[in-house]
């Protein structure tokens, strides 16, 4: 289709090559391509485009008002260095399944299996190091190469057999669930033979104390995993490809990039991340039990969603979900600390998921 | 011409199933032309552009670039072998940036250290880069090379798929309807364009529908009719409506 009418034809040889006679109207009207001049914004145009620039703002804006609004009714009990330092204890472990989660929601994916890897690995590791006497490092390393491959399965099916993400990481959320609750035996490990056989599984629930706070390793994990995430997607040609893939991945394809492979990576990632979860989550939890972390799936996404990043990929910043782990946790604190009923907490919490999604088709639709 | 075509393809056949998109096609780019593919609808034009430029692969035939007999698994191939294409869709990630989008699938990374073990970009070498290649095509009207594509007009990407192309392709550039979605005046700065890379001395294969265009920038017509190159005419010897009636037929080439 053009969009320019066809000239009359000529007969004869086309004399003169240049510009064609109809276009000779050109010269008279403006010669400026597209300018770039700032068109007038209202004050909400003006925000919808620092938000499109700049997606993280929401979360952090929401995170400094409800930190403040409970500071305001909960007072001293909620602002406390304790307090703080314990809800980044409490949103540690879905804060890892949540960057495992960014990095599949990034490529326009979804993963519904991140924490039954987790449970899996926790368990593996546990009976491996604990009932079958497996030298506790060599457990570890076995549990993160099991859930990379776990990942791995989730990438291959998602990017070779191009099957839906939602469909093979529900298939693989009940196996993964299933081989959990026969490998385990639906016995839990207890605390006690965690700290005889292998005190090393429960490192990361170690913590020190700096001006009243009480910060685990655990915590100190997940925002390094974030920190390290935030400069592989950002500053790496992988992290990019990744976001390219989100974005248009037939795009992608014809620019050159291996999307399967980078898909399968991914998936891989993920897995190997919510391994090195499972670890802290033993930590956490102190003891391992398979029947753990069943919400933790779409509590990570619910931090993902909370954080900004779009569920149709391409767009948000890691750190988003970082966030988005954290107002959950504050609002949960928060609430409690203000007595309210846990049922509103989960009333809360729905409408969040349902606003923030609001605001991200509302920021998509900015156009130049 | 005694020059050898830098770009050659003799005897190429694709079929899809019974149908035969190319039968025994012929094919000759020239060194530093611009040599327009012409024809109707389903003649097989998209099919000759996927074999040259690595998106299918063809069942019979030989393809040489500058003489070396070429196959190309892949684009990613074929791009390798300095073969650049710019595709109706122009292949940019609108959420990215012009810089990002330049540089997809060949970023360069820092020196040292940070590169070789931290895989870091290097950005700002690469926002240089973009900056010179757009400049010199006379696209800096863009101004903040870090804005997102989705940002810019129909025919600024189009700017920028240009220049990516003839930022990295060594050898040849194929444009695939560079025009088809653009306005009279947008269309006026990409035809500009593709002279310019032509100036650079990049050869240029150019797929389009808009006869007005072709005869205006091509060297050489590249007329395709049944899977075949039917005739190459000169633009100056021959009319548009000559052109559209070899093309579908009506007339047979002398």
Not at chain 1, 179 to 193: E, M, P, T, V
Not at chain 2, 16 to 42: H, K, Q, S
Not at chain 2, 194 to 217: A, C, Q, T, W, Y
Not at chain 2, 231 to 248: G, Q
Request: net charge positive.
């Amino acid at each position: 289709m053009t969009t320019t009418p066809p000239p009359p034809p000529r007969p004869g040889p086309v004399s003169g090559r240049g510009p064609s006679d109809f276009e000779t109207g050109l010269a008279a009207s403006p010669q400026g391509v597209a300018r770039f001049e700032a068109p007038r914004r209202t004050p909400l145009a003006g925000i919808q485009h620092l938000l499109h620039a700049t997606p993280t703002l929401v979360p952090v804006i929401v995170l400094a008002l409800s930190i403040l609004v409970f500071g305001l009714i909960a007072g001293e009990r909620f602002f406390s260095p304790f307090n703080l330092s314990l809800i980044l204890q409490q949103v540690s472990i879905i804060g890892i399944l949540a960057a495992a989660q960014s990095l599949i929601v990034l490529t326009a994916g979804i993963d519904l299996s991140v924490a039954a890897i987790m449970v899996l690995m926790s368990v593996v590791s546990g009976k491996l190091a604990i009932t079958m006497g497996v030298p506790a490092p060599l457990a570890l390393g076995a549990s993160f190469a099991l859930g990379t491959l776990a990942g791995m399965l989730n990438g291959l099916m998602v990017a070779r057999l191009k099957l839906p993400p939602f469909i093979v990481t529900l298939g693989t959320w009940n196996i993964f669930f299933a081989l959990n609750l026969w490998f385990s035996g639906a016995q839990s490990i207890r605390s006690q033979d965690i700290d005889a056989a292998a005190p090393l599984l429960k490192f990361f629930g170690n913590s020190f104390r700096v001006a009243g706070a009480n910060i685990t390793f655990g915590s100190i994990l997940m925002v390094v995993i974030f920190a390290v995430l935030w400069y592989v997607l950002n500053r790496t040609a992988w992290g990019r490809h990744v976001y390219a893939i989100g974005d248009d991945k037939a795009a992608a394809e014809l620019a050159g990039i291996r999307t399967d492979r980078v898909l399968v990576q991914v998936y891989a990632l993920a897995g190997f991340i919510c391994a090195i979860g499972a670890w802290a989550a033993i930590g956490r939890v102190g003891s391992i039990s398979p029947q753990s972390f069943y919400e933790g799936n779409l509590q990570s996404i619910t931090a993902v969603v909370i954080g900004g990043i779009s569920l149709f990929g391409g767009r948000g910043s890691i750190m988003g979900a970082l966030f988005g782990a954290l107002i959950v946790g504050v609002f949960q604190s928060g609430l409690r600390l203000a007595g309210v009923d846990v049922l509103w907490q989960v009333f809360a919490i729905g409408w969040l998921i349902i606003i923030a999604v609001a605001i991200d088709q509302w920021i998509r639709k900015v156009s130049a | 011409m005694n020059r050898e075509p830098i770009l050659k393809a003799r005897g190429l056949v694709k079929r899809y199933g019974r149908v035969t998109a190319l039968d025994d096609c012929d094919f000759d780019l020239m060194p530093g032309e611009i040599l327009a593919v012409i024809g109707d609808n389903g003649a097989g034009k998209s099919s000759l552009i996927k074999a040259l430029s690595g998106a299918i692969a063809i069942d019979e035939g030989e393809i040489t670039l500058d003489g070396q007999p070429v196959s190309f698994a892949s684009p990613l191939a074929a791009r390798d072998a300095g073969i650049e294409t710019v595709y109706q869709t122009l292949a940019l990630s609108p959420a990215l940036s012009i810089v990002e989008n330049m540089f997809m699938g060949r970023e360069w990374r820092r020196p040292g250290l940070a590169g070789r073990w931290f895989r870091a970009l290097d950005r700002d070498r690469m926002r240089a880069f973009a900056r010179d290649k757009l400049s010199e095509l006379g696209l800096m009207t863009i101004q903040n090379i870090d804005q997102p594509v989705e940002t810019l007009s129909g025919g600024q990407r189009q700017g920028v798929a240009v220049a990516r192309a003839a930022a990295f392709g060594s050898r040849v550039v194929i444009l695939d309807e560079p025009t088809a979605a653009l306005g009279v005046k947008e269309s006026r700065r990409v035809l500009e364009l593709i002279l310019d890379v032509k100036s650079r001395g990049i050869p240029i294969i150019l797929i389009s529908h808009n006869m007005p265009h072709v005869f205006e920038v091509a060297d050489r017509i590249h007329v395709h009719r049944l899977g075949r190159r039917l005739c190459v005419i000169d633009p100056r010897e021959h009319s548009m409506s000559d052109a559209v009636a070899y093309m579908t037929g009506a007339k047979a080439p002398h």
